[in-house]
């Protein structure tokens, strides 16, 4: 699977990025690290750049979230769960209890967990479901999928196209320290929000 992946960005660039990412936000055959890492170390052996792979890869997440979103927007918690202890989602790499760890992410930081939950793994995926259920404007959640996705992208291929020929090093040390990864990441992001508006109140 891995090879097929590589192959596909190695002949269709940016298009196989996009779908790639696309396919992965919707269920992780693929772990979005192996996809962007390889894909920033792919700029320097193909036409593709940095920033061409980063809007690629934050279309790819935003139409798979809209999917995710349509599907909240059908479905409650209960049937969710239901589906999650299905063989098929299993072998997908589900697990049941991945809709209530979403639910309750949500749950706690709102609508501002679109944004943040983004850059948190398993979450990542699945924080779009919640939103769909918690009927979030349509508007509001493009946005912080956007962002969301937009940071993250940026950080694994920037890392990526920086380690070069050593990418795979990134996977192995997020797959270590995911939660780790993870949880600095979302304290920084706080950190400058919080920042931010601060300097905005004073401003005002």
């Not at 779908?19 to 962007?36: D, K």
């Not at 967990?113 to 919640?130: H, N």
């Not at 009927?135 to 996705?149: A, D, E, Q, R, W």
């Amino acid at each position: 699977m891995t090879n097929l992946v590589f192959d596909l960005i190695n002949q269709f660039g940016y298009l196989a990025i996009s779908l790639l990412i696309a396919i992965e936000n919707i269920f992780p055959p693929i772990p979005s690290e192996v996809i962007l890492s390889f894909a920033g170390f792919a700029t320097h052996h193909s036409q593709m750049n940095v920033f061409g792979v980063i809007i690629a890869s934050t279309i790819g997440a935003v139409v798979g979230a809209l999917v995710l979103y349509w599907i909240g927007t059908l479905l409650n918690p209960d049937r969710l769960e239901k589906l999650f202890d299905h063989k098929l989602f299993k072998l997908l790499g589900f697990k049941k209890g991945d809709v209530q760890k979403a639910i309750r992410w949500f749950d706690k930081y709102g609508t501002g967990a679109i944004f943040y939950g983004r850059c948190i793994p398993v979450v990542r995926s699945l924080i779009s479901i919640p939103a769909g259920i918690a009927k979030v404007k349509l508007p509001n959640f493009l946005i912080y999928t956007s962002l969301g996705s937009l940071l993250w992208n940026a950080i694994l291929v920037g890392l990526g196209s920086y380690m070069g020929e050593n990418w795979e090093q990134i996977v192995l040390i997020f797959e270590e320290y995911s939660l780790i990864i993870g949880g600095l990441i979302l304290i920084a992001l706080i950190y400058f929000s919080c920042k931010w508006y601060k300097q905005k109140i004073k401003a005002d």
